[in-house]
């Protein structure tokens, strides 16, 4: 298990640092080259949208693994320690009820994209492959938070929180 966690690390985290410059430097490029006249680049634009909606479903599973979704301490720290523990619990069912039922959908969305055949309009990617993020995204998040509720359940720190 701990394998599988180390290389969903470091592929979340190749993700993340290949995605942030690349949608950086697509739209410094485009934009400098649209005010100084050199030339358009159509694409730039679709681009760095995609990679941004990429980096957010990323982004969600990397913050996830800490548990840094919709944690509001400052009411729950003020409860006694079993009341806290049965709180997180509802909050991590919560969370992985709401993850699994975004894969879902974004997976009846995604299988709709493949038959459909639909391609970005600058691009000219298969739209499938931008909506693939959603389920992917969610997916990881889930395990993450299956992990991490199951770890905090247990009073111990989870490896994928290091």
Known sequence: MDKVLKHLNNFEEHVLAFLLPVMCVTICIATFARYTNLFIITWAEELTRYCMVWLTYFGIGAAAKRGEHFCV??????????????????RMVLMITFTVFVARYGLVILRNQINMGQVSPSL???????????????????????????????????????
């Not at 909506?131 to 490896?159: A, D, E, F």
Request: aromatic share 8%; proline share 7%; glycine share 6%.
């Open 73 to 90: 301490t400052a009411f729950t720290e003020l409860l006694p320690p079993a009341l806290q523990k049965v709180l997180n619990v509802v």
């Open 124 to 162: 000219k990617w298969p739209m499938w492959l931008v909506y693939s993020v959603i389920p992917i995204g969610c997916i990881v998040m889930t395990i993450r938070y299956i992990i991490h509720g199951t770890m905090q359940l247990l009073g111990k720190k989870s490896r994928q929180e290091e």
